[in-house]
């Protein structure tokens, strides 16, 4: 079986925009990528399936925001409607709302969170801006600095995590795309909320703290949607003393694994979690072969997980046994230029 990875660059260096690359599920190797959008700096990636559009972070020369491509017969991709706010930074997230045709976007760089409206063809219309603000104690927090938004499991509310206030806002969204604030979760001091994942029970959540390298486990109330701390883990060895950053998170369906990302650590950190989903211990930290994997994704039958690499321009290919939790390295080096979010069709 042939599985389909689009990945999200920054273009600085030698990437030209989105990537196309084939995971061979047979003879478990991932296959050369290939240029399927020129594009600036799409840093994140959301796939609308029902529409085949693929939504993307854009930068031009104007400024920042959102692009909508269509996937083509060829299977390269057409581009069919682009927001761009002068003067702007780009978003650093993007995720698709099929209920309500709806994208979140996030702005690390001005600390606000978007929402915009899709049709029928997947163009794009802004519907609702909300500007985050305060500080916190890091260097790195002297600002609002949105880093992720997207829905919770009951699909009744839409999160954002916010490095910069140490806070995760939890807003009512409605049918239009506008948001209502509902409940606001504070992190311990200079935690730097990136980006968080929920169990598949819809009870509890794991976030990433950026700047703690820590994973914090979070009981979510549906009816308020409100958190309270459960649990915090180290997603790097004592040992470890100089930088690292978090960065993504993963959870398995049957909500027994849990994977994160250390920047610095340069590796993979597995935990197991408990029957109920309230506590989760790690059991691995596997080198990730690269230099700053900024993302990384398992694949949809969760027998494979590829990280992508930011500073070293290369894909890693792990298998991960489902009994166990456990990953073990099958290919690196592949070269991907700047990857920094990988995408499973």
């Known amino acids: 079986m042939k599985e389909i990875i689009y990945l999200g660059t920054y273009t600085k260096g030698n990437s030209e925009g989105i990537y196309e690359i084939i995971l061979n599920t047979e003879t478990k190797r991932l296959e050369e990528a290939k240029l399927v959008a020129k594009i600036g700096n799409p840093t994140y990636l959301a796939l609308s399936s029902e529409k085949d559009i693929?939504?993307?972070?854009?930068?031009?020369?104007?400024?920042?925001?959102i692009a909508a491509f269509k996937k083509n017969s060829d299977t390269t991709f057409e581009k069919i409607s682009e927001l761009i706010e002068e003067n702007a930074a780009p978003p650093c997230y993007v995720a698709y709302d099929a209920d309500r045709s709806l994208v979140?976007?996030?702005?690390?760089?001005?600390?606000?969170?978007?929402v915009y409206k899709t049709d029928s063809k997947g163009s794009l219309t802004l519907t609702d801006v909300k500007?985050?603000?305060?500080?916190?104690?890091?260097?790195?927090?002297e600002k609002a600095h949105a880093h992720y938004m997207n829905l919770t499991p009951d699909r009744n509310y839409v999160v954002a995590c916010d490095l910069g206030t140490d806070k995760v806002y939890t807003y009512k969204v409605s049918e239009d795309g506008k948001l209502d604030l509902a409940a606001t979760y504070t992190a311990d001091p200079g935690t730097g909320p990136r980006h968080?994942?929920?169990?598949?029970?819809?009870?509890?959540?794991?976030l990433v703290g950026e700047l703690t390298s820590e994973i914090v486990v979070l009981a979510y109330n549906a009816a308020e949607g409100s958190f309270k701390t459960v649990q915090t883990v180290s997603s790097i060895p004592d040992t470890h003393t100089t930088f690292n950053?978090?960065?993504?998170?993963?959870?398995t369906e049957d909500g027994r694994f849990l994977y994160s990302s250390n920047r610095g650590h340069n590796s993979i950190a597995v935990y197991a979690i408990n029957a109920y989903g309230?506590?989760?211990e790690r059991i691995q930290l596997i080198a990730s072969e690269g230099d700053t994997p900024r993302d990384f994704a398992l694949d949809p039958t969760e027998q494979f997980l590829v990280v992508g690499h930011q500073s070293s321009d290369k894909l890693t290919l792990f298998e991960r046994n489902a009994e166990t939790g456990l990953l073990s390295l099958l290919q690196k080096d592949v070269y991907a230029p700047e990857c920094v979010c990988v995408t499973f069709e």
């Open 131 to 141: 500007q985050h603000d305060g500080s916190s104690v890091h260097e790195n927090q």
């Open 54 to 65: 693929l939504y993307a972070v854009s930068k031009t020369e104007k400024g920042g925001g």
């Open 196 to 206: 968080l994942v929920f169990h598949p029970n819809g009870k509890f959540a794991y």
């Open 278 to 280: 309230d506590s989760i």
């Open 245 to 251: 950053s978090g960065s993504a998170v993963r959870v």
């Open 104 to 114: 979140y976007t996030t702005s690390y760089h001005d600390g606000f969170v978007s």
